[in-house]
């Protein structure tokens, strides 16, 4: 196992009826922001039940925070920010509003211009806003890390950040808030917290046994739950437990120590940014391509995933090898998530379009070993066409 930093200032407030503390946890003379993104906080009821926790607190609004969050429009809230004078943030809503509350705390405080946050990876952070989530679609783990992704409209670009600063002060997490989820995002949602967890396991054993374990279990829970949470619907403990483990597989914790590789989500961005897929899909499409392109530099731990995850144990190496990724295929298509490029009407021009970002964006050394140059990624497109 490799040496390792673990900071995490997150508090997390988990259960039914918990959006109640935010008394507690906003400072009690904050002049608060609310964040919240197109229209279903209002419709489910959730922004009302905030703002009466909120009680007396001076607050604002600022709604119509995309899915996949613009540059564009938090940079309105940064305007408003500095207008109204808030000294707190509080985001209502999924991956994209607490994302873009990321964002928006960094670029209040950053001094030229805020998308030198983006370019920098975050290195140019110095400081940012305090600010809290309410989390209503169990998915991203946003709310107890400290990454974001932001796109740029108008150059197409979606670029992601980490920075110390930008961990949540704290999360409030009410299952219940899950139920009004439409089928697509719980799926999107599964999809999304199972390839956090492989772009952090599947790469090569580093003697890292509870990291392995933990992501282990964590994979066996989403195969378990996740159908489970679309058949049904109305089950309090299967979002409890859905939402628990999508915080933990981003929360940092399986993570220490150990390779990464993150191919899969670089390369999901380019599609999300140039053809407006969700992102959950645009990764289902690219990880089963990805594991069979890079079938040897991932061999220990294909085979590992194969037999602890899937119980696979049978075969040649190459043949659980194929056995471990048609399983993979087959519960993302499991849960309404098609896995082909073509399923989503992309076609091999869409091919030479997304490895022009790839080159544009510097996407050219990924993986645990930077070995995924434009090539490998073209290879791994067109085996997933
Ligand atoms: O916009 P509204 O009307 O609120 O509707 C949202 C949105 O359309 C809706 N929704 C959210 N909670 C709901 C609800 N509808 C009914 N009931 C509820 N309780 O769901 C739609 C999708 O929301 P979004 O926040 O976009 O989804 P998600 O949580 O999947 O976030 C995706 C974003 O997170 C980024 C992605 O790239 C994408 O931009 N990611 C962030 C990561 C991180 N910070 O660590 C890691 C991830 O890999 C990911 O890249
Ligand atoms: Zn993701």
Known sequence: MYSFDYYNPTHISFGEGKIAELDKLVPSKAKVLVLFGGNSAKRTGTLDEVKTALGQRDIVEFGGIEANPTYETLMQAVAVIKEEKIDFLLAVGGGSVIDGTKFVAAAALFEGEPWDILLSWGAKVTEAMPFGTVLTLPA????????????????????????????????????SKTFTLPERQVANGVVDAFIHITEQYLTYPVNAPVQDRFAEGLLQTL????????????????????????????S?????????DWATHMIGHELTALYDIDHARTIAMILPGMLDCRRDSK??????????????????????????ITKTREFFEAMGIKTRLSDYDLTAASIDEIMTKLEKHGMTALGEKQDVDLAMSRKILERNL
Not at 252 to 260: E, L, N, R
Not at 304 to 322: A, K, M
């Open 140 to 175: 991203t783990g946003s709310e107890m890390n400290s990454a974001s992704v932001v796109t740029r409209k108008e150059f197409q670009a979606k670029l992601s950040f980490m920075s110390d600063h930008v961990f949540p002060q704290f999360s409030v997490l009410d299952p």
């Open 299 to 324: 061999q220990e731990k294909l085979l590992q995933y194969g037999e602890r995850v899937w119980g696979i144990s049978q075969g040649t190496i190459d043949e659980r090898i194929d056995a471990a």
């Open 252 to 260: 940092g914790v399986i993570g220490k120590g150990i390779p990464h």
């Open 223 to 250: 195969i378990e739950l996740g159908p489970k949470a679309l058949s049904q619907p109305d089950d309090f403990d299967v979002r409890a437990n859905l939402m628990w483990v999508a915080t933990m597989a981003l």
